[in-house]
């Protein structure tokens, strides 16, 4: 099996090749992708995958650079396999006292309900790998074989040290604009959102307007217009599924919802409840719990924007941190419905088993397409 890269170089891609075998472009032998879901995502399920023969992955978009690190060794003593490094590369929030000012006071009756009140101010959570030189620093010293953008593209100068230092790039597309600047910049494969995925969109512009498009539209446009090898994500949950893809053209299908159940996932026992109940057939796009859009099961937090006073979220993640200290309150009250449960659209299908026993059977039910 080809090695991916890192200290032993970085994964050879054919550039006039769209179906670049799983081997050559991860250096992995399966062509399934647990996808880094910052906050559910552990050491333990990245293993898992990564020793079941697909590729495992750890979102770092809401942690800083040492806690990435942490994160990396914690792995690294786990498998010797290739894996994912995710991180978040937004815009700057702008900071708008009066429309933070807006948003806490509509606020203030759902966290009063749960007697407490919002915060005073809104504080940026996550600093975007723009802006942190220390996770770079650190990227490039320990040299994880894959790094992987979302929400954007950094500067040509953190790409080249990145590729320099070996690393193969991914970064996420939901549009076929965001797959050719990923491609003008140099990247080494392109992760196709559909609209169907769990969690944020990766839109470069969180303002603009929406494609919308499915996984297997995307996922089609993007290899028929693009040199790079495309991987398909949204909505994806089984071996079947898998199998479209890959006959769509993807070199490999990535899964996120199908692993949140697993016992290796950091998601709570609400999360967990919530996701295997009635809540799994109902998923909403939404910007009102962090201020970008992102798919998530319906619970009380998604219903208030039905409410028509409901103003303009502030910018991501200025609403994350009013989104977090509301679940904080609620759950202070035994309320578990103000917590941020994404899931995809595929979410009806999760199996609560153990990740090394759930690719099993996405192999099996692969497979049995072949036959």
């Keep these: 099996m080809q090695q991916a890269a890192g200290s032993s170089g970085s994964i050879s891609l ?28 552990t050491p333990q399920l990245a293993a898992a995958v990564c020793n079941a023969g697909g590729l ?31 991180v978040f590369v937004h815009q700057a929030p702008i900071h708008d006292t009066e429309h933070q000012t807006e948003w806490l006071k509509w606020l203030a009756p759902h966290f009063q309900a749960f007697d407490t009140e919002p915060p005073t101010q809104l504080d940026a959570l996550y600093t975007s790998f723009t802006d942190d030189p220390d996770m770079l ?44 600047a990923i491609e003008r910049a140099g990247l080494d494969a392109i992760v196709a959102q559909g609209f169907e995925a769990g969690g944020h969109r990766g839109m ?38 898998i199998a479209a ?21 950091s998601a709570d026992a609400a999360y967990r409840d919530a996701l295997t109940g009635p809540a799994a057939h109902d998923t909403r796009m939404t910007s009102i719990v962090s201020g970008r859009p992102a798919r998530i099961l319906a619970n009380r937090f998604v219903s208030l924007m039905e409410d028509p006073s409901c103003p303009t979220p502030p910018d991501y993640p200025l609403t994350y941190a009013a989104g977090k200290a509301l679940n904080a309150a609620a759950r202070s009250k035994g309320e578990t419905g103000f917590g941020a449960q994404w899931a995809g659209k595929g979410a009806p299908l999760v199996r609560a088993i153990p990740a090394e026993e759930l690719m099993k059977v996405l192999i099996r039910e692969w497979e049995a397409t072949q036959a």
């Excluded at 620093?137 to 040290?161: D, K, W």
């Excluded at 893809?245 to 996932?265: D, K, R, W, Y």
């Design 14 to 41: 054919n550039p006039d090749s769209k179906r670049t075998s799983m081997s050559e472009l991860l250096g992995v032998e399966l062509p399934i992708i647990q996808a880094p879901m910052a906050g559910v995502s």
């Design 56 to 86: 495992g992955s750890l979102g770092a978009g809401a942690t800083n650079a040492a806690g990435a690190r942490r994160m990396i060794h914690e792995l690294q003593s786990l498998t010797d396999k290739p894996f994912n490094i995710n």
């Design 137 to 180: 620093a650190m990227l490039l010293e320990t040299r994880p074989p894959i790094v992987s953008f979302h929400f954007g593209l950094p500067s040509s100068q953190a790409i080249a040290a990145l590729k320099t230092a070996g690393i193969s790039l991914f970064a996420t597309a939901t549009s076929l604009e965001e797959a050719i």
């Design 245 to 265: 893809a890959l006959a769509n053209g993807a070199v490999a299908a990535q899964l996120g919802t199908a692993f949140i159940a697993c016992p290796e996932s």
């Design 204 to 241: 470069f512009d969180p303002q603009a307007a929406d494609t919308q498009l499915s996984t297997a539209a995307l996922t089609r446009q993007l290899v028929d217009a693009t040199h790079l090898p495309i991987i398909a994500a949204g909505g994806i949950m089984n071996g079947e599924a």
